[in-house]
Nanobody, 128 residues
Framework: QVQLVESGGGLVQAGGSLRLSCAAS????????MGWFRQAPGKGREFVAR????????TYADSVKGRFTISRDNAKNTVYLQMNSLKPEDTAVYYC?????????????????????WGQGTQVTVSS
């Protein structure tokens, strides 16, 4: 099991940028594809982005494509979410998660049930 801790959330103006980080404990971080999800007030958790264990292929939700970029630094056991052109509708608690299957790196795994380890979340608030 991978232990995850998100950071970098905060309050930003619409149109601004924010960079989230997710630090993983353990020595097997690179074995896991990683994803970012978010949950807005009163709504369910939704997929945002996914990145392969190698840091290559990525997948994005249509709502964030072109604005958000997921990346990772396996040497630092960290995955990032660069968020640009933020909108009020991006306001949510953002969670990072690790694929439930080590070394099972399939780009189409974007469902909540595809991930087994979750961070505690970090709040992102975008003001209008």
């Amino acid at each position: 099991q991978v232990q995850l801790v998100e950071s970098g959330g905060g309050l930003v103006q619409a149109g601004g940028s924010l960079r989230l980080s997710c630090a993983a404990s353990g020595r097997t971080f690179s074995s896991y594809a990683m994803g970012w999800f978010r949950q807005a007030p009163g709504k369910g958790r939704e997929f945002v982005a996914r990145i392969s264990g190698s840091g290559g292929p990525t997948t994005y939700a249509d709502s964030v494509k072109g604005r958000f970029t997921i990346s990772r630094d396996n040497a630092k056991n960290t995955v990032y979410l660069q968020m640009n052109s933020l909108k009020p509708e991006d306001t949510a608690v953002y969670y990072c998660a690790a694929d439930s299957r080590p070394l099972w790196d399939v780009a189409g795994r974007t469902r909540i049930s595809d991930f087994g380890s979750w961070g505690q979340g970090t709040q992102v608030t975008v003001s209008s």
